[in-house]
């Protein structure tokens, strides 16, 4: 009988939001929000408490012709934001780097790094892992499970290493990159 590892379920999500009740006015209001660790202060958003929000269709165009209107149900995760009301503020002195689609292979790992002017947004698209991070140098290195959806944020000049736990599974993530002023 084959067992399944407890990193690899899926996290259960709450049921998206439909559009018109989320885009009411303060309706959002830090709805991205979620607590720094207090030990390592990494934001780390699991999928669950992530906004999930329902547009029906998404991007309407009423105005365009029929065959160029919106149709059918479209899910939107709200993961981080600087949107009015919903500001975090990871973003001011920011300017874009890159964006990777990473897969790693099963078992695989990335090395403990740290980019001095750098930071990265990951997002877990598929696959199951853990996020290895330590704050400083020196410092205690806390292990958190990765799954599909969940959100991380690590600051310039913090230590980090990604590795998929799976034996068979790829585990699949967007990095985003992020430079300091």
């Given at each position: ?48 408490h ?7 269709p ?16 479209t899910t ?13 503020g ?33 997002y ?25 959806g ?32």
């Amino acid at each position: 009988m084959h067992e399944e590892n407890e990193t690899e379920k899926t996290a259960w999500e709450p049921a998206a939001l439909p559009a018109e009740d989320f885009h009411q006015a303060n309706a959002h209001a830090n709805i991205n929000r979620a607590p720094y660790d207090t030990v390592s202060g990494v934001l780390f958003k699991r999928a669950a408490h992530i906004k999930r929000v329902r547009y029906t269709p998404a991007n309407p165009a009423p105005e365009m012709p029929l065959p160029w209107q919106g149709n059918g149900e479209t899910t939107v995760r709200w993961l981080f934001s600087e949107e009015g009301g919903t500001a975090e503020g990871l973003l001011a002195g920011a300017t874009f780097v890159l964006l990777h689609d990473t897969a790693l292979a099963p078992q695989a790992a990335t090395g403990m790094q740290s980019h001095a002017e750098m930071d990265e947004v990951l997002y877990i698209i598929a696959g199951a892992g853990q996020l290895h991070h330590r704050p400083t140098e020196g410092s205690p290195v806390l292990a958190r499970v990765l799954r599909p959806g969940d959100a991380v944020f690590i600051r310039a000049g913090e230590y980090h290493r990604i590795e998929n736990t799976s034996a068979t599974a790829e585990l699949r993530l967007l990095v985003l990159g992020l430079r300091r002023a």
